[in-house]
């Protein structure tokens, strides 16, 4: 009861109309409220918060203990993955359930849907038929009721599920923050598995990204958040490919990579006795950190901090200089790209560009161009059938040879021979 009371205040009914109002005249569904218990809380919920769908199923006991423990698990998926969890419920109707929490306490949720995702047919009703199968035996007031369900579309369930997050945790007076850590470590999960999942498919062996590190201090130098975490990801998915379950293998990696993003605050700028004493509080939290998930999550704050404090000490007008030119390079890789046309972009001459480039991100314009199109050349030789001479134009070179000996520079053999080394290693790996 502790629990539900505690809802109940921080949801009082005045607020809880507030959020009904203004959710219904967005999406005209009624909202239904349950504590962390799961049971339901009649005050804070729409007076349709059952269609007559519901109501059938729920006159029958089965029905009803179904529709309970289906609220229950809904409920506990919800708040530990920080989402809102989106389902079809045990009669085959969606339903949506959006986690409320307070800081660290988990309070319960608050439900919607209650509909279809899809017009009526007539394989839809024989579906929802056997999974009442034993609990309504009035099939065609059953029917009758499915069709008075509303048809909402994925998109716009998704849609609906953050506005209402959004809207309890302003009007509720909610603090966010714990919920929306565990749903940064569930995406950020999600990521990282993609990733080790698309290598897997490649069949590509790769060691432990030293180039990624060197990305990944280009990014932090100026200040693109998205992309930082993007490599930061691919080198945490890396390490975890090669040493699965291995927790202290992984914290000895990411001491390596705050040593070296330290050395690249301290280079741009900042104060080395504020570096020294927040590497002690990093490795000190380093330590105390126990799961994988947690500790993952948290190296991506921290990356969030070195961004914050090298960007800000930088020169920001140099930064700014440059971001055009890393943009422009990023969208024209695969076109006769020249320095003017660079320098153009960015409004600089040339030779300012290439100084203030070379200063922020360590490497040359040049350098920096040839990086990105062999990485595109790398993942189109993997992922596509296309020849080494149609990938040579497509990633902007117009010299086989000359593009196959950057390659080799780069990669240490040549385009074919990359290709067909992965190709082996995917057939070897493959089970019969």
């Not at 539900?4 to 959020?19: C, D, H, M, T, Y």
């Not at 809904?74 to 389902?87: C, D, P, R, V």
């Not at 714990?178 to 069949?203: A, D």
């Not at 390079?329 to 003017?340: P, R």
Request: glycine share 8%; charged share 25%; aromatic share 6%.
């Amino acid at each position: 009861m502790g629990g539900r009371a505690q809802l109940s205040r921080v949801l009082s009914g005045e607020r809880f109309l507030r959020i009904e109002v203004v959710f219904r005249q967005h999406f005209q569904l009624g909202l239904e409220t349950r504590g962390i218990s799961g049971k339901e809380i009649k005050q804070t919920c729409s007076v349709d918060c059952h269609p007559a769908f519901c109501q059938i199923v729920r006159s029958n006991s089965t029905g009803l203990r179904r529709c309970n423990k289906e609220r229950k698990r809904s409920l506990k998926i919800a708040i530990e993955t920080g989402h809102s969890y989106i389902s079809l419920c045990h009669a085959g109707i969606v339903l949506v359930c959006v986690p409320v929490m307070d800081k660290n306490k988990a309070l319960g949720g608050m439900f919607f849907g209650k509909c279809l995702w899809e017009p009526v047919t007539r394989i839809l009703i024989e579906d929802i038929k056997k999974r009442l199968k034993g609990i309504c035996k009035e099939r065609k007031k059953l029917v009758a009721s499915i069709r008075k369900l509303p048809i909402i579309h994925g998109r716009q369930i998704q849609r609906a599920a953050e506005f209402l997050f959004d809207l309890l945790y302003e009007v509720g007076g909610l603090d966010g923050r714990v919920i929306r850590w565990r749903r940064q470590r569930s995406e950020q999960q999600s990521q990282i598995g993609e990733f080790i999942q698309e290598r897997k498919k490649l069949g590509t062996d790769w060691e432990y990204p030293l180039q990624s590190e060197r990305e990944l201090l280009g990014k932090v130098k100026i200040g693109d958040r998205t992309g930082a975490k993007e490599i930061l990801n691919s080198i945490l998915g890396t390490i975890l490919f090669h040493n699965p379950g291995e927790l202290g293998v992984l914290k000895a990696r990411l001491l390596e990579l705050l040593s070296i993003l330290s050395r690249a605050a301290v280079e741009g700028g900042v104060d080395i006795d504020v570096m020294l004493e927040r590497n002690l509080a990093y490795v000190d939290k380093v330590m105390q950190i126990s799961n994988q998930e947690d500790l993952c999550a948290w190296i991506s704050t921290a990356l969030d901090e070195f961004i914050e404090l090298v960007y800000t000490l930088q020169d920001a007008r140099k930064v700014t200089q440059i971001s055009p030119a890393i943009n422009y390079i990023d969208a024209n890789y695969d076109k006769a790209v020249t320095l003017t046309d660079i320098a153009k972009a960015s409004h600089l001459s040339v030779s300012r560009l290439a100084h203030v480039f070379k200063e922020q991100m360590g490497i040359t314009l040049v350098d920096y161009l040839t990086g990105v199109r062999i990485e595109r050349a790398k993942q189109l030789l993997l992922a596509t059938e296309q020849s080494c001479t149609e990938i040579c134009f497509q990633v902007g070179y117009n010299n086989q040879s000359y593009f196959t000996r950057t390659f080799k520079r780069l990669v240490g053999t040549t385009p074919l021979q990359f290709r067909n080394g992965n190709l082996r290693r995917e057939k070897v790996s493959t089970p019969l």
